[in-house]
DNA sequence: ATCAAGCGGACCAAATTGGTCCTGTTTAAA
DNA sequence: TTTAAACAGGACCAATTTGGTCCGCTTGAT
C-alpha cells in the first residue's frame, strides 16, 4: 500500500470539488491553483480519476471537471485504487506476482493483516469527512496578491507517532 | 509504510536463527540457503541487523550470526525500522520533510491513523510467533537433488481484498 | 601463517516516482 | 465558421529507490 503524491494529489483535487456545489464545473488550473499542485501533473490525475468514473470531464472553453458522485458515497480507499491500481504492501500480496517464500510463509500472514487494516482506515473514510476537515491551505489571498503561506507548527496534529525517533 | 525485500528477507533471516537453539552461530550462506535468499545481500542485510543489536557476528572460521534477544522479544516492528530506518506511509508523514499542503489538510489525518494501524499490527507480533507459523520453504530436496517448488495455490490465504480488480 | 568468515564501500541495472511537453480533439462562443 | 479554450493521451525525462554484486580489508581460530 503505497501512498504516492498522484494519490495525495488526487484526493486534494477531490477535495477541492467537493467544497463546491455538486455537479459544478471547475477547472484543472483553479484546483491545481488552490491545492497548490502542479498543474500538467494534476491533469493526468483527473485523467485517471474520470476513466474511474469519480469525476467528468468537459471539454473546450468553459470545461473542467465535476463530481460525478456524492463526495459522502466515495471512499479513499477508492481514490487511492483508482489512480495508484491495485496496490499492495509488499509484493508478497501482489495478485500476480504472490508470495515467493513458498509454503508455509508466515510473513504473507502477517503483511495480510497490516494491509486490511489499512485498507479499513481509508474504505471507512469518504471525501466528504475529509472535506469537512479541510483548510484549503497553499495559497491564501492578501492585500498584495497571492502568496504562499505554510503552517509548520500546526504538523504535529498529524500523528502521536511522528515523535518516535528509532534507531537508523 | 513501505516493505521492501530487505525487510523480508531480515525477518526470513532471524526466522532461521529462531528455529535454532537461543546462541547458536549460523553462517551467512546457510541461512541464504534456508530461505532461499541472495547471499551477498542477506549479508548487507545482516550488517544492519547487527548494528541494530538484533543479532551479533562472529568472525574468522565458525563464525557466523546469533540472535542477541529472544525472538520472543523481538517484533516485526523493530526489524522493519532497523532495516528500513524510520520509515513512514507518505511523505506527510516523515519526519524531516513533514506536510507541506499546509495548515488544515485532513489527509496527514488519515494516513497517520492508517500508519498507526500498522504499526500496532507489527509491533504486536514478535519473531518467535512467526517462527511458530513458519515452514523453511524455498527449496525442498528431493531425489534428484535441490528442486524449486512453488505452491501458487496457497496465495489466497493472503488476503480476501486481493481478488478485487479495479481500474487501472 | 593461513584460511574462513564477516565488514564495508563502490558500483550497478532496473523500476518507480514525479513530473513536463507536445500534438491532438472536443466544444463553446465570437 | 473560425477560433480559442480546455481536456486527452502519448512521449519523454531526471532523480530516487530497489535489489542487488564485487572486491579488497579485517578479524579470529587452528
Do not use: W
Not at 63 to 82: H, K, Q, W, Y
Not at 90 to 103: M, N
Not at 137 to 147: D, I, K, L, S, Y
Request: hydrophobic content about 40%; charged content about 25%; proline content about 3%.
Amino acid at each position: 500500500m503505497q501512498i504516492t503524491r498522484a494519490s495525495e494529489y488526487a484526493m486534494l483535487g477531490l477535495l477541492a470539488l467537493a467544497r463546491r456545489p455538486m455537479g459544478e464545473v471547475v477547472m484543472l488550473d483553479v484546483v491545481a491553483g488552490e491545492e497548490d499542485i502542479p498543474v500538467s501533473f494534476l491533469g493526468k490525475i483527473f485523467q485517471s480519476l474520470a476513466r474511474g468514473k469519480l469525476v467528468k470531464s468537459s471539454r473546450g472553453s468553459g470545461g473542467g471537471f465535476m463530481l460525478v458522485r456524492t463526495p459522502e458515497s466515495i471512499t479513499a480507499l477508492e481514490v487511492i485504487e483508482v489512480v495508484e491500481g491495485p496496490v499492495s504492501l509488499t509484493r508478497c500480496l501482489d495478485e500476480d506476482t504472490g508470495c515467493e517464500h513458498a509454503s508455509g510463509c508466515a510473513l504473507c500472514g502477517l503483511f495480510a493483516e497490516a494491509q486490511d487494516r489499512v485498507k479499513e482506515v481509508f474504505s471507512g473514510t469518504t471525501v466528504a469527512q475529509l472535506a469537512g476537515r479541510h483548510i484549503p491551505g497553499g495559497m491564501v489571498r492578501n492585500a498584495r496578491g497571492r502568496e504562499r503561506i505554510v503552517f509548520r507548527s500546526q504538523q504535529s496534529q498529524a500523528g502521536s507517532s511522528l515523535a518516535e525517533k528509532s534507531a537508523v
